[in-house]
């Protein structure tokens, strides 16, 4: 299970496909949260008053900012992904140079993290221009924590991705998977209303730690332990890389 | 160290899927400088065969060498030195054709100066330079399979592996492909090829293997197996109600299909004097080719493809 810079080949062929209709891309990175901001930030939270001491829009913009890590890297790993392991038989044709499995394995989760990465970033530029963040020594570790989620969901859409049979199962993995997240992970509320199984449920999902070091970084309120949130993001990039290459090398190697 | 004369070899080499046998216990060794062929039905084991060549499909059992190097220990260096052209299009749908061999280029670990020039290069041998910009979808069948096949060729491999390389396109187009492999071939280029196609492969192979399910059947020069195997030509003529009489009369093998009676002659003259009394209005003749020997070899009814 070697893994040389020649995964670097594979994140490559994915830029260079970015690069051509990037500018449609942006779009959506940039119209989406602002959308959000408007909707939920305006919309919503001219109802409420103050959630933990912020504005509304205050309180979840950091999640924002997760959630849409979260589906940058889902959307590149699974549709994108799938398109390349069956349709187009990209990853067949990848296999037949010297890049090995877990090389394109990589190459294809580190993607999947650069495009949470371009979308989060973008997020973070359109908070500051509204001011709901100011950089300061806090932004490394905003980037790192966007890094590290966008890694997480890349790896766990390419391990949903090689089992996938066909497109439909996606629904599988959005419905059980990725909307729970969405909504049970802190952007919107706090869970400490909710049942004490839902708190505890909560707490493992790694989009709840993301958010909840995000909030930190910017507002300095700490919703879940910091540390724990940390290191379960570690242990789920490492555990689902090795599941991301075991899965698709059980589809791909016959 | 001295070099061995042959570039792939091949012993009791075994392939199972799932507890079937895909390939059992086959036997080649492939000559440098050499254009080999594999012909089989579908499923006689041949992709299967080239992809444990080309290191994607581990080997079951048995040993598989590629230029001295052994196939599940040393697959990064064996990859390296091979160009394969895959049956399907597997060419890369999101990219320009340039990109396609750039980005190929790049998991060969050529840098991106230099693999412009030789992309450049392969276009212009295989007469495409013109559509260097062009999307894949804009490309006809002909220009596709050439594609494929610079492709195949970007990292200047020692041997190229061409899976149906000319199947499926208009006479045109497969005549182009069949001079450029004739082109690469006396470069000194080796060359492994799978195809149904009988005038593909007595058109180009210097040998071919015939496989049916599993095994090799057959193994030597097109020319020289047709001769030994089927004979020199082929008298062919409907079956009427003296075909047993007929038949008993002559002294060479043959073949009922259906209500067609397929005479390999050795000797066609005799033949015909023979058949001369019986007035047939169905009678022709014609060289033995090819496909006599492959349909000869692997059965004339049809056989469930996998």
């Not at chain 1, 496909?17 to 959000?36: D, R």
């Not at chain 1, 507002?219 to 890389?241: A, E, K, R």
């Not at chain 2, 910009?133 to 490309?139: F, Q």
């Not at chain 2, 093998?253 to 058949?275: F, T």
Request: aromatic content about 12%; charged content about 15%.
């Amino acid at each position: 299970m070697m893994i040389t810079y020649r995964m670097f080949a594979v994140w490559r062929r994915n830029f260079t496909v970015y690069k051509t209709f990037y500018k449609a891309s942006l779009v959506g990175n940039i119209g989406e949260p602002v959308l959000y901001l408007f909707a939920m930030g305006f919309g919503i939270g001219s109802y409420i008053t103050e959630m933990e001491g912020l504005s509304y829009i205050e309180y979840i913009a950091p999640g924002l900012i997760i959630t849409s890590s979260m589906y940058s890297a889902t959307f590149e790993c699974t549709f994108g992904s799938f398109t390349r392991l069956t349709v187009q038989r990209t990853f067949d044709s990848i296999l037949n140079t010297p890049v090995s499995l877990s090389e394109l394995v990589m190459g294809e989760i580190t993607w999947g993290m650069t495009k949470s990465m371009i979308s989060g970033t973008t997020m973070m530029i359109i908070m500051t221009l509204f001011g709901l963040y100011t950089p300061d020594y806090s932004l490394p570790l905003i980037l790192l924590t966007i890094m590290l989620t966008g890694y997480i969901f890349a790896a766990a859409a390419l391990c949903c991705s090689s089992i996938a049979p066909s497109y439909d199962f996606f629904n599988y993995y959005f419905t059980l998977f990725i909307t729970p997240m969405f909504f049970l992970s802190g952007v919107f509320f706090p869970m400490d209303n909710f049942p004490e199984a839902f708190q505890w449920f909560s707490q493992i999902l790694p989009a709840t730690g993301s958010v909840s070091l995000l909030r930190y970084f910017f507002h300095g309120i700490v919703s879940s332990p910091l540390y724990f949130s940390f290191c379960l993001l570690v242990v789920l990039s490492l555990g689902l890389t090795i599941a991301a290459i075991k899965i698709t090398r059980n589809r791909l190697i016959k | 160290m001295c070099q061995s004369p042959y570039i792939v070899e091949a012993q009791s080499l075994c392939k199972l899927y799932n507890g079937v046998a895909a390939v059992s216990g086959i036997n080649f060794r492939i000559k440098r400088g050499e254009l080999y062929g594999f012909l089989g039905p579908n499923g006689a084991g041949k992709t299967t065969t080239m992809r444990m060549i080309q290191c994607v499909s581990p080997i079951t059992s048995g040993s598989l060498t590629v230029n001295g190097m052994f196939v599940g220990r040393d697959d990064r260096d064996i990859k390296a030195i091979i160009g394969v052209a895959p049956q399907d299009d597997s060419l890369d749908q999101d990219l320009s054709v340039i990109d396609n061999l750039v980005v190929y280029a790049g998991y060969f670990d050529i840098p991106r100066n230099k693999a412009i020039s030789i992309g450049e290069g392969l276009l212009k041998f295989f007469h495409m330079e013109e559509r260097k910009k062009a999307r894949i979808d804009s490309l006809s069948g002909g220009m596709r399979r050439r594609l494929v096949i610079a492709r195949a060729l970007i990292n200047s491999p020692t041997i190229l592996i061409l899976d149906e390389p000319a199947s499926g396109l208009d006479p045109q187009a497969r005549h182009l492909i069949w001079e450029k492999l004739r082109d690469l071939k006396s470069q000194g280029a080796s060359m492994i090829l799978t195809t149904h196609y009988m005038e593909e492969a007595s058109q180009l192979c210097d040998r071919i293997s015939i496989m049916d399910q599993g095994s090799i059947v057959l193994t030597g020069n097109p020319t020289g197996l047709v001769k030994e195997n089927v004979g020199n030509e082929v008298i062919e003529f409907s079956i009427s109600d003296n075909a047993d009489k007929i038949l008993g009369s002559i002294n060479e093998r043959y073949e009922i299909d259906g209500d067609l009676c397929i005479i390999y002659a050795k000797n066609p003259s005799s033949v015909l004097g023979k058949l001369a009394k019986y007035e047939i209005s169905s009678l022709s003749r014609r060289p033995a080719t090819l496909e006599d020997l492959f349909l000869k070899t692997t059965g004339r009814q049809l056989k469930s493809g996998p």
